[in-house]
C-alpha cells in the first residue's frame, strides 16, 4: 500500500514549507469554489444517469498543493479543477499510479518497443553477402523479408480501416462494431493452385464479405442506411470492394503497390516486374546495386529484393513548457477530427488552449546543485515527439513534486501503426525513473483516471504494479485487490477492504450490474473530460446539499482574497462590519464543504476568492 494523501507532509512541519516557498519563489495558491455540479456522464453516454462533480477555478496553484489535490482524486483540464463524487456518479473515476521503479513491461508492452525500433532502424536492411557467408545470408534475408511483410501487412491493415472509417464514418463503424481488416499474404503455392491468379498478386482482404455479412447480421441502422444511399448502391461485397480500393489509394499505399476489386475481394499487386516465372519460388531475384559502394539495403517484396540507399529515421523527444504552438495545434485537430470524428468547427484554438495550453500550476525553474527540482522545473509541459523532424506526437504532462501526471496525448493518425498512445506511456515511465536520480522525491506515474465500469479505460490497470486511491479515505490500495472487488461493484470504499475493519463488508455498497471482463485494446491515452466545465447552468443547489457535508468543521481561518488582502472567515466582520446572518451561514455551509473535499490543510493554505 503507498502513502495516503493524509500522511504526504509527515515530517515536514512549517518551517520548512515557509523556506520551500523562499528557495522556489514560488507564490500562492488562489481558488474559486464553483460548488457542486451534475452533467451527463461522457463515459457510458447514458441519458438516464449522471457524473456528479466538485469544481475549483484556479488562478494559480503550487505544484506542491496540487499534487496534495491529486492524491484527494482531483483532476484539471486546464485551469478547472474538479474531483467525481464517487457515490453519486454512475461511473465512478479512480485515481490510478504505478511507482515507475517497480514497472515492469508484459510481452505486448516489450513488442511496443520493439516495433519502434524497428522502424527506426529499418529492419528490412540487408548487409552484401559473400560467397563464404552466402548461406548464412540467405536465411537473414528470409527473416528480414518476413519482418517487411510483417510490416506492410500492418499498414494496409490500418489503411483499409481508415478507408471503411471515411466510407461508413466513425459513428457508424462504432454502432455496427465492423471487424478490423485482415491482410494476408498470397503465396506462390496459392497462384499455382487457383489458375488465373495473377502473378503480381501479393496481398488480399476479403474485409467487404466481413462488412456485408455484419450488415445483413445486424439491423440496418439509420446511419448505414443514409451511408448506403449517398455511397453505395447496394450491400454486397463487390460492390464494397469496389469503393474500398478507391479510397485506400487516397490514403497513400506504397507506390509498388497497385489495389484493385476483384470479386468482392480487395487485392494489392505489385508493379516491380519479376523475372521468368519458372524461376519464382526455386531461386531469389535480385537487382545488385551499382555505383553505391556498398551502402544499400534490400526491401523484399514477394519474390525479389530491390536494393535502396540505407537510411535510419531518427526519433527525438523533447520537453517544453506548456504554450501554443501552431504546428501542435494542427496536429490535435487532425488528431480530433480523424480518431474521435470531432466536427472541424468545433476544433478551435480558444477551446485547444482552454484545454491543454491554459494552466494554473505555477512554474519552478530547476536551480543548479538543488536535487528537491527536476532538472526541466516543476509545471505544466509539452512532450514532443519527432521523426526525422516531423511532430508526430505531444504528451501533456504536469511535473510535480512527487510524480509525472499525464494529462492528455494526441497523435497522427499516419503513424497509428506504431502505437504512439502506449509507446509515450512506456517513455514517461522512464522518465521518471531516470528523473528519480535527480529528484529523488519524484518516483510517481499518474496515469489520470481509472474507470473500472469502461472498457476502454481499462487499459491502464495493465501498466503495472499499479494502485488505486480509496476514494473515502484516500490511501493507496494495490489494483490486485480492487479488481475482485470493483467486478462487483462500481463504488468501493477499498481501504475498508484493506484495513480489514470487522464489521465492514467492502461490497455492501452501490450495487450494479456485473461487469464485463474483457478489456478493449485501446492505445494510451490520459483524456480528462472536465466534466462541467461546459455545463455551468446544471448546478445543484448549494444550500439544500452542503449543509450536511461536514458539521463542526472550523472554518474560521480559512483565508478570503478579497480585493488583494488576506482576510480570514472569522474576521470578516471585523473588516466589513455587520453582515446578515443568513449570508454568513450559507456562506459558512459552502465553507465546510471546501474543507471536505480539498481536506483541511490545503484549505487553511490555499486562498480562497468568492465567486
Known amino acids: 500500500m503507498g502513502d495516503g494523501a493524509s500522511s504526504s507532509r509527515s515530517g515536514r512541519g512549517g518551517g520548512e514549507r515557509e523556506r520551500a516557498k523562499e528557495r522556489w519563489k514560488i507564490g500562492e495558491s488562489v481558488v474559486m469554489d464553483h ?27 503550487t505544484a506542491e498543493d496540487y499534487q496534495d489535490l491529486l ?91 481508415n478507408a471503411v472509417s471515411d466510407l461508413f464514418g466513425s459513428k457508424c463503424l462504432s454502432n455496427a462494431q465492423f471487424p478490423k481488416a485482415v491482410v494476408k499474404k498470397v503465396t506462390f503455392q496459392a497462384k499455382k493452385k487457383l489458375m488465373g491468379i495473377s502473378e503480381d498478386l501479393v496481398y488480399t482482404s476479403n474485409i467487404a464479405f466481413q462488412i456485408a455479412a455484419t450488415i445483413r447480421r445486424n439491423q440496418a441502422t439509420d446511419d448505414i442506411i443514409k451511408c448506403m444511399e449517398s455511397n453505395l448502391q447496394d450491400i454486397h461485397p463487390t460492390t464494397i470492394a469496389e469503393k474500398l480500393s478507391c479510397l485506400v489509394k487516397q490514403h497513400g499505399i506504397p507506390s509498388e503497390l497497385l489495389a484493385k476489386a476483384c470479386n468482392g475481394h480487395l487485392n494489392f499487386y505489385t508493379t516491380i516486374k519479376h523475372a521468368n516465372p519458372a524461376s519464382i519460388g526455386s531461386k531469389e531475384n535480385t537487382l545488385e546495386s551499382r ?128 502505437s504512439l498512445g502506449k509507446y509515450s506511456a512506456l517513455q514517461e515511465i522512464n522518465w521518471v525513473k531516470e528523473t528519480q536520480y535527480h529528484c529523488p ?48 461493484n462500481a463504488y468501493v470504499v477499498l481501504s475498508d477492504y484493506l484495513a480489514g475493519r470487522s464489521g465492514a463488508d467492502p461490497l455492501d455498497c452501490v450495487p450494479t450490474e456485473d461487469l464485463s471482463d474483457e478489456d478493449e485494446e485501446v492505445d494510451f491515452c490520459c483524456e480528462d473530460t472536465g466534466m462541467g466545465v461546459e455545463d455551468e447552468s446544471d448546478m445543484l443547489d448549494s444550500s439544500a446539499t452542503l449543509v450536511d457535508a461536514s458539521q463542526g468543521c472550523d472554518v474560521g481561518d480559512i483565508v478570503f482574497d478579497v480585493k488583494d488582502s488576506r482576510v480570514k472567515f472569522k474576521d470578516l466582520e471585523k473588516v466589513f462590519g455587520p453582515l446578515d446572518r443568513k449570508v454568513i451561514a450559507r456562506l459558512e455551509s459552502q465553507l465546510q464543504r471546501y474543507v471536505e473535499v480539498v481536506g483541511k490543510e490545503l484549505a487553511g493554505r490555499m486562498k480562497y476568492v468568492l465567486g
Open 291 to 418: 555505383g553505391n559502394g556498398g551502402n544499400a539495403k534490400r526491401v523484399c517484396t514477394t519474390n525479389s529484393c530491390t536494393v535502396l540507399p540505407q537510411k535510419r529515421r531518427k526519433l527525438e523527444i523533447r520537453m517544453k513548457r506548456s504554450s501554443f504552438d501552431q504546428e501542435e495545434f494542427d496536429l490535435y485537430k487532425r488528431y480530433q477530427i480523424k480518431v474521435h470524428d470531432d466536427k472541424p468547427e468545433k476544433v478551435t484554438v480558444s477551446s485547444y488552449q482552454r484545454f491543454l495550453v491554459d494552466t494554473p500550476i505555477i512554474f519552478v525553474p530547476p536551480i543548479s546543485g538543488d536535487n528537491t527540482i527536476p532538472p526541466c522545473g516543476f509545471g505544466s509541459f509539452h512532450q514532443q515527439y519527432l521523426i526525422d523532424g516531423k511532430l508526430v506526437a505531444v504528451g501533456v504532462v504536469d511535473i510535480l513534486p512527487k510524480c509525472l501526471s499525464s494529462k492528455y496525448l494526441f497523435w497522427d493518425p499516419d503513424f497509428a501503426f506504431l
Open 35 to 61: 460548488g457542486r455540479r451534475r452533467t451527463s456522464c461522457g463515459y457510458c453516454k447514458s441519458t438516464r444517469f449522471y457524473s456528479v462533480s466538485h469544481g475549483l477555478w484556479a488562478n494559480s496553484i
Open 441 to 488: 522525491t519524484l518516483q510517481y506515474y499518474y496515469l489520470g483516471y481509472y474507470i473500472h465500469s469502461c472498457n476502454k479505460m481499462r487499459y491502464k490497470a495493465k501498466y503495472r504494479p499499479s494502485e488505486l486511491l480509496c476514494p473515502l479515505r484516500y490511501q493507496w490500495v494495490p489494483f490486485e485487490i480492487a479488481r475482485p472487488l470493483l467486478d462487483k
Open 71 to 161: 492524491d484527494r482524486g482531483w483532476r484539471r483540464s486546464g485551469s478547472y479543477l474538479y474531483k467525481p463524487e464517487m457515490n453519486r456518479t454512475c461511473c465512478p473515476s479512480y485515481t490510478i499510479r504505478l511507482k515507475a521503479s517497480d514497472f515492469y513491461p508484459s510481452k505486448d508492452q516489450a513488442r511496443i518497443y520493439k516495433k519502434m525500433q524497428r522502424f527506426l532502424d529499418d529492419m528490412t536492411s540487408v548487409k552484401k553477402s559473400d560467397n563464404s557467408k552466402q548461406k548464412a545470408n540467405s536465411s537473414t534475408r528470409e527473416n528480414s523479408c518476413n519482418d517487411n511483410d510483417n510490416d506492410v501487412l500492418h499498414s494496409l491493415s490500418t489503411i483499409i480501416d
